[in-house]
């Protein structure tokens, strides 16, 4: 059964500075990996998805990668600002279930 | 377009009482989804639609029903509420299950508390 986690659990960084958040799975025979956004009390805001045939995807000052065979993604964020304050989540989709979702990272940018 | 809202926003349940989470879509989207959160975890999936009249069970179904009458709506039904069932609750919709288009959309949230 594949599980997902995210470290770490909580990250708080300067404004302005680069970071990168992490996801590891189980299962490699996935067939996307996708990035989410949660801000407190709402919902979920897709960010990246990667199907299992590319390496990375980009949006913005947003770069995500995707190492199927480690079982790692990692989600780049450039010149973090205040408002990329947020609870990030990864999650993925196998060939026969449906999206596992990872625990989050929580994310605090100061100005 | 609203997207994908919820209602209601925000509720208390005795144990035993039952109660509908209401879910509709207006993208014409085919397939929707319930998910519940809970503190500092991810989400689970609970059951799920891949269109009008057809439903199936996701990882955590036990204690819920649902149904999808029409391809808008989507709601949740919860029989006999257990204090495990203190949650926040998502509804989320995609038009495909694979492909570019299968990014889901998500509602803002039921949060529920059962004492």
């Known amino acids: 059964k594949q599980e997902v986690t995210q470290i770490p659990a909580a990250l708080s960084v300067p404004e302005g500075e680069n970071l990168v958040l992490n996801c590891s799975f189980t299962?490699?025979?996935?067939?996307?990996l996708q990035w989410f956004r949660q801000d407190p009390g709402k919902g979920l805001t897709s960010l990246l998805l990667i199907q299992s045939s590319q390496r990375e995807q980009t949006s913005g000052r947003l770069n995500a990668s995707l190492d199927k065979s480690s079982g790692r993604s990692t989600l780049y964020i450039a010149a973090s600002q205040p408002g990329d304050s947020a609870t990030y989540l990864c999650a993925t989709k196998t060939s026969y279930d449906k999206v596992i979702f990872g625990p989050g990272t929580s994310l605090s940018v100061i100005p | 377009n609203a997207g994908v809202t919820q209602t209601p926003k925000f509720r208390i349940l005795k144990i035993g009482q039952s109660m509908t989470l209401q879910c509709t879509q207006d993208?014409?989207?085919?397939?929707m989804y319930w998910y519940r959160q809970d503190p500092g975890m991810g989400l689970k999936l609970i059951y799920y639609s891949v269109g009008a009249g057809i439903t199936d069970k996701g990882e955590v179904p036990n204690g819920y029903n649902v149904s999808r009458s029409t391809t808008e709506d989507f709601p949740l039904r919860l029989e006999l509420a257990a204090p495990s069932q203190t949650s926040v609750y998502f509804c989320?919709?995609?038009?495909?299950?694979?492909?570019?288009?299968?990014?889901?959309?998500f509602g803002p949230g039921t949060r529920l508390l059962v004492l």
């Open positions: 299962d490699s025979a996935i067939y996307n």
């Open positions: 993208m014409n989207h085919n397939y």
């Open positions: 989320a919709s995609s038009y495909l299950d694979r492909g570019p288009e299968e990014t889901q959309y």
